[in-house]
């Protein structure tokens, strides 16, 4: 049996970058990582089909893993608040996250930013899979989120206490904000994540006011630069996402309500946005009347606002960062990774190369633990490459089909696609509905009927 070195891929190469896609190019893998991209007919005659082995399938394309800019690797596919923070105890929320990791993995994302995590799951997830016990992407974690009275994490009522298995930590003073980033810090995160407004999930028409004034924002920003973290913040308002990006945050989550004001501080201050309309999308199509505390036309009203606000964004020079928001169940795992970037096209009016890019390299910014190591096929990057049949830059949709990936690479080795077995929910992991519904007598029948 041959022992190869590692691998040689031919096909189409879009390298994550804006660069023109090379027709027909080559990638060399040696190792776990890149060692030559480029023209095929100038590849250096010592990497051959004797060395390396060679995989030059037909009408293919070659382009790094993608760059997830949004998930919830602890959330387990919650279908309510009320699972998110009180149900399922953190052992079993650690293992599950374990095993929806591989699912995310085998749909062709091999890193991923972790917007906010229940407990501290997304931290041990990150260590797990990089001390290589278990697979799955390579994760930039965010802890809690950092929440007050008005962020969309404190949404249970004031007479209980802040439930301790919520994706929050609640601060009530100002004084409270630089102890509430130091321990996220040293609860061993990447990044800062801010509840910098409501959201429509959680409280009806709630996108008109910013959690916390512009001094507070500048307070949490700078004590996280000085302890070298980066700091996004969920912000859907006009006022939330314009003090955060005059107040220096590097990511902006959301951002629909964007106005000029917003993108000139963006601008200003080198501040991103990733939008994950994703999930909207997705509570529009899923064709309920109602979605969380809103009704469907709410999600509608913030699309057309973002679809507009954002490609202001975009045109001016902010860069858009392609997220899923998988973790919930209106975005479960594995499934939508990869339809952020259709929605780029279809509704922001972007190229596919530039969606592509929003996905892979664009993401790496958030991701300062592996920055200079993925998101781009070029030599000395780690080979996290996806190997997949037709080519993306005409029809985008092609990389939500992930089963029909010939390969998915990760640090230079094809990742273990056997499906995961199906789960079964356990009881502790639900809300406990009585009945959904009224059951009423009905004198007429003189039976029971179940009414809404
Ligand atoms: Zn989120």
């Known amino acids: 049996m041959t022992t190869y070195k590692g691998y040689l891929l031919k096909g189409k190469v879009i390298d994550g970058t804006l660069n023109n896609p090379i027709e027909n190019g080559a990638v060399v893998i040696d190792g776990e990582r890149i060692v030559w991209v480029g023209e095929a007919q100038l590849l250096p005659p010592h990497y051959n089909a004797n060395e390396y082995e ?19 690797i602890s ?88 439930p301790p298995g919520q ?51 500048q307070i949490i920003a700078n004590e996280t630069h ?14 939330s996402a314009r003090d955060a990006a005059l107040a220096g945050f590097d990511n902006i989550f959301h ?13 200003k201050n080198n501040c991103v946005i990733t939008p994950t309309l994703t999930l909207l999308v997705n509570l529009i199509e899923a064709d309920t009347a109602m979605a969380g505390a809103s009704s469907s036309s709410a999600f509608k009203r913030e699309v057309e606002a973002a679809s507009k606000n954002l490609r202001k964004a975009y045109d001016a020079g902010v860069p ?14 594995g499934n939508w990774h990869a339809r952020e970037m259709q929605i780029f096209v279809d509704i922001l009016g972007m190229s596919p190369l530039e969606a592509i890019h929003a996905n892979t390299l664009a993401v790496t910014r ?17 080979a996290d490459i996806l190997v997949l049949p037709g080519d993306p830059t005409k029809d985008i949709t092609l990389l939500q089909k992930p ?50």
């Open 54 to 72: 060679l995989i030059d399938l037909p009408g293919r394309s070659i382009m790094p893993g993608l760059v997830d800019g949004h998930t919830h």
């Open 226 to 239: 000085r302890l070298g973290k980066i700091c996004s913040i969920h912000a859907r308002s006009t006022e």
């Open 320 to 333: 858009l960062l392609a997220g899923s928001e998988s973790g919930w169940s209106p975005v479960p795992y």
């Open 255 to 267: 951002a629909s309500y964007l106005d000029e004001a917003g993108i000139e501080a963006c601008l």
């Open 75 to 162: 959330f387990g596919e919650s279908r309510s608040e009320e699972e998110n923070a009180l149900y399922t105890p953190v052992e079993f929320r650690a293992i599950k996250a374990l095993y929806y990791s591989k699912k995310v993995l085998q749909a062709g994302v091999t890193s991923a930013f972790d917007a906010a995590t229940t407990y501290a799951v997304a931290q041990a997830v990150r260590d797990a899979i990089d001390s290589g016990m278990y697979p799955g992407p390579r994760f930039t974690v965010s802890g809690k989120q950092i929440t007050n009275r008005q962020g969309l994490e404190d949404s249970f009522p004031s007479n209980m206490e802040f």
């Open 366 to 382: 958030l991701m300062p633990r592996y920055k200079n190591d993925i998101g781009k096929l070029e030599a000395g990057r780690l």
């Open 167 to 217: 994706a929050a930590v609640l601060v009530k003073t100002k004084s409270d904000l630089v102890e509430a980033v130091r321990l996220q810090v040293k609860e061993e995160v990447d990044a800062i994540k801010v509840s910098g407004s409501n959201d429509n999930l959680i409280t009806p028409d709630a996108l008109g006011v910013s959690a916390f004034t512009l001094e507070e924002l």
């Open 403 to 452: 089963s029909r990936f010939d390969y998915i690479f990760q640090g230079g080795q094809p990742i273990d696609r056997t499906p995961l077995p199906t789960r079964k929910r356990r009881w502790y992991e639900r809300t406990k509905t009585f009945l959904a519904g009224l059951y009423v007598y009905n004198e007429e029948t003189g039976q029971g009927q179940l009414i809404d």
